[in-house]
């Protein structure tokens, strides 16, 4: 290990610090009322811990993490989520599996409403049904596109990028942010929540149809189905994409319920936490967000997986799918200097629970799918493989090892669209937050940087005869 470029007291790890686990069933019916309510709370406690430890060291930066991406640095404040390297996400202290279990469902449902999430994510508490069923119908009268919007998308070139239409579809919207407006007009700074909420749920309500009029404009032939009132955003998401699948909709509630929120240190929801640091409005903050996500270090990676799943099912041939023969084909894959992509993370050391569920939900709706069939012998055997080639720190699948072959198994085989419909869902955590932060009042982020001379010299002041 390099030395740090500060000495500082041991800290606990995270295994050691516990979860603050999420609050049952708040009385108000209202999200911005509940959410009203926990602002004094909440500036309290950040007053009560500033004042008690605010000259107190949080932890270290090493040279080394300083040039690899800022790796595990402890240095900002995310309030949605925290993820722990063993057990994986958890969403206000609530892991997968009890969002699963506690959070309200669609009629007749067993996955998890986005919206439910949503109001847990904002308030740390859990909402009841009569909540989520009163969030969902305002979100419904939020979503509507203006016709400029929707004329804006179907005058986009085909065959430009859907998550460059997407970030552009956002950015476009920004002409009628509520913050933006206030603050031209003055707003004090007590008041900067009021208009990023409005914002926030405008922006996550409509994000749907945005994307679905995206789908239909480069796949089919533009057009779309009216959003239905009663239906939930999942339900209405997959209708307006043209699909009426029952086991879709519910994969939807799942899949928008698991991208929503992975900590605040990955790309997408760090660019909205810094851009929206200037004060700069959910539009501005979130199509920033998209930017990053379309990397293929992050978002991209579900469907470099699915073209891997593809390339590794021809390549077996007619081969029967044994573990056998897929262990072969793995080392086949390793020893010609390539990767299995979707195994390994920057964080998690045990398989990823997002994995896990989507296996979950795999195991219950669906039978004799080849291409199902193989991510589950690849879990089967990858791990074993990867752990013997010794190259690997972490050799358990994360979340996109598994969710392309779903949308493929319901008809949504459009690969350059899946990182759009993760974005979709990333709204649903990185939206919360900036909404948070602005009720907070959190700092522009302005962090510092070191040149290498300057490191150097750093280093040969702390440790004149060299570091061993």
Same mark, same amino acid.
């Given at each position: ?5 500060r000495?500082?007291a ?5 295994k050691?610090?516990g ?16 959410f009203?309510n926990?602002?004094p ?7 009560e ?6 000259d107190?060291?949080l932890g270290?930066c090493t ?6 991406g ?12 925290l993820l ?17 279990e ?5 009629p007749g ?20 049904t009569?909540?989520?069923?009163g969030?969902?119908a305002?979100l ?7 016709d400029w ?12 990028h859907?998550?460059?239409q997407?970030?552009m ?7 009628e ?10 707003m004090?700074?007590?008041d900067y ?5 409005e914002?926030?749920l ?5 994000l749907p149809?945005i994307?679905a009029l ?11 189905t ?19 699948n029952k086991e879709?909709?519910?994969?939807m509630? *799942?899949y928008l319920?698991?991208?929503?929120d992975?900590?605040?240190? @990955? !790309?997408?929801? &760090?660019?909205?936490? %810094? ?20 990397g293929p ?6 469907q ?32 010609s200097g390539r ?6 993370h ?5 398989t990823d ?12 709706h669906?039978k ?11 879990y089967?055997?990858a791990?074993?493989? *990867? ?5 690997t720190?972490?050799?358990?699948? @994360? !979340?996109d090892a &598994?969710?392309g072959v %779903?949308l493929?198994h319901?008809g949504?085989?459009e690969?350059?669209?899946?990182t ?10 990185v939206l919360?937050m ?8 959190f700092?522009?982020?302005?962090p510092k940087?070191?040149?290498t ?15 061993t």
């Amino acid at each position: 290990m390099l030395p740090a470029l500060r000495i500082s007291a041991r800290v606990p790890t995270l295994k050691c610090l516990g979860h603050k686990t999420a609050r049952f069933f708040s009385s108000e019916q209202n999200l911005k009322d509940a959410f009203a309510n926990k602002i004094p709370i909440w500036k309290k406690e950040q007053k009560e811990l500033l004042t008690k430890y605010g000259d107190k060291i949080l932890g270290t930066c090493t040279v080394e993490q300083a040039y690899g991406g800022m790796r595990s640095v402890k240095s900002m404040v995310y309030e949605t989520s925290l993820l722990d390297p063993v057990e994986g996400i958890r969403f206000r202290g609530l892991t997968i599996h009890e969002c699963q279990e506690k959070l309200p469902k669609a009629p007749g449902g067993q996955e998890p409403l986005p919206e439910a999430l949503l109001w847990l994510l904002l308030t740390g508490d859990v909402p009841t049904t009569a909540q989520t069923q009163g969030l969902i119908a305002d979100l419904n009268k939020r979503a509507p596109l203006p016709d400029w919007i929707e004329q804006t998308i179907l005058n986009f070139p085909k065959d430009l990028h859907p998550m460059t239409q997407f970030s552009m579809a956002i950015l476009a919207c920004q002409k009628e942010s509520q913050f933006a407006q206030r603050y031209q007009a003055g707003m004090k700074k007590a008041d900067y929540w009021d208009p990023t909420f409005e914002d926030m749920l405008t922006l996550i309500a409509r994000l749907p149809r945005i994307a679905a009029l995206i789908y239909r404009h480069v796949y089919r032939n533009g057009e779309i189905t009216k959003l239905e009132n009663t239906s939930d955003m999942s339900e209405n998401f997959v209708r307006m994409l043209g699909f009426d699948n029952k086991e879709f909709m519910e994969l939807m509630r *799942l899949y928008l319920v698991i991208h929503s929120d992975h900590e605040g240190g @990955n !790309v997408s929801a &760090h660019t909205s936490h %810094l851009v929206g640091s200037a004060l700069s409005d959910c539009y501005l903050s979130l199509s920033a967000a998209m930017n990053g996500l379309a990397g293929p270090l992050h978002g991209l990676a579900n469907q470099e997986v699915l073209r891997f799943i593809k390339d590794f099912k021809k390549d077996m041939g007619d081969k029967p799918l044994t573990a056998d023969a897929v262990k072969e084909q793995c080392w086949k894959v390793l020893n010609s200097g390539r990767v299995i992509p979707g195994y390994g993370h920057a964080v998690l050391r045990k398989t990823d629970p997002r994995f896990s569920s989507q296996a979950e939900f795999a195991k219950k709706h669906i039978k004799n799918d080849p291409m199902v069939d193989l991510v589950t012998l690849i879990y089967q055997v990858a791990p074993g493989v *990867l752990t013997e080639h010794g190259k690997t720190k972490n050799p358990w699948p @994360n !979340v996109d090892a &598994h969710s392309g072959v %779903l949308l493929v198994h319901y008809g949504l085989e459009e690969e350059n669209f899946y990182t759009v419909m993760f974005g979709v869902g990333r709204a649903l955590g990185v939206l919360p937050m900036l909404t948070i932060s602005r009720a907070l009042g959190f700092s522009l982020e302005r962090p510092k940087s070191l040149t290498t001379e300057a490191i150097k010299k750093t280093m040969e002041i702390m440790y004149p005869h060299g570091h061993t």
